[in-house]
């Protein structure tokens, strides 16, 4: 069980520049989610999806979108970086039922110069 | 999203039980309270929740007073290992969008 996997583990990118960030669960769960975190801040919620197909918005979806075409796959796309885009985003991943236990990946490690 | 307030940072000597608190005063009767643990560098990591009372699992307890208005994590015994972020959230698990906020900072000191 690889549980949550996210690629890639870094990357730089120049204003303008696009990018598809995915996640990936072995666990078969319903929901998934993309935070943001920035240095010596929580993490802010950029979008979820409660299943395959499904998507909404969270905190801070300006500038960022997404997809869930397999349940096992969330994609996070930025169209047009910007520098204020620079962070390190997390995905997580939970079952439904009576319980708040979120999975999460690794990280990813975003520049946008 | 009922807010949560923590303080910003605290130590502990190894050895020693670690009692972290939150602050949730506009809790909402659905919300259930969640901590998470998060490392440098690795994503969080839940670690307990609970309605109210006290609910213990292999590695914390959570006391919640009848008011719900705050609650404390406690780690006996804590090692150095345990110093990471703290996160105390409160939500309805259905809603998912359950708030991080900045955490609290825990050191422990040989």
């Given amino acids: 069980n690889a549980g949550v996997t996210q690629t890639p583990k870094f990357r730089v990118l120049k204003t303008g520049q696009s990018m598809t960030l995915l996640c990936a669960q072995d666990m078969n769960h319903e929901y998934m989610y993309w935070y943001r975190q920035d240095p010596g801040m929580g993490l802010r919620l950029i979008h979820y999806s409660v299943g395959e197909g499904t998507t909404a918005k969270g905190e801070v979806p300006d500038g960022y979108n997404v997809s869930r075409l397999k349940k096992q796959n969330f994609l996070l796309g930025l169209e047009s970086a910007a520098p204020s885009q620079t962070s390190v985003y997390f995905c997580a991943s939970r079952p439904t039922g009576e319980s708040d236990e979120q999975f999460f990946g690794p990280g990813t490690r975003l520049t946008v110069l | 999203l009922a807010k949560t307030t923590q303080p910003i940072s605290m130590d502990s000597y190894e050895g020693q039980e670690v009692n972290i608190t939150c602050s949730h005063n506009n809790i909402a009767t659905n919300d259930y309270i969640t901590w998470y643990q998060q490392f440098p560098s690795q994503g969080p990591r839940f670690i307990i929740q609970g309605y109210k009372t006290k ?38 698990y259905g809603n998912n969008r359950l708030a991080f906020g900045k955490g609290n900072q825990v050191v422990v000191i040989p």
Avoid: H, M, Q, W
């Avoid at chain 2, 590695?59 to 105390?88: E, G, H, Q, W």
């Fill in chain 2, 55 to 92: 609910v213990t699992n292999e590695v914390a307890s959570l006391f919640i007073p009848a008011d719900r208005k705050s609650s404390t994590l406690s780690l006996p015994r804590v090692s150095l290992s345990d110093t990471a972020v703290y996160y105390c959230l409160v939500g309805d």
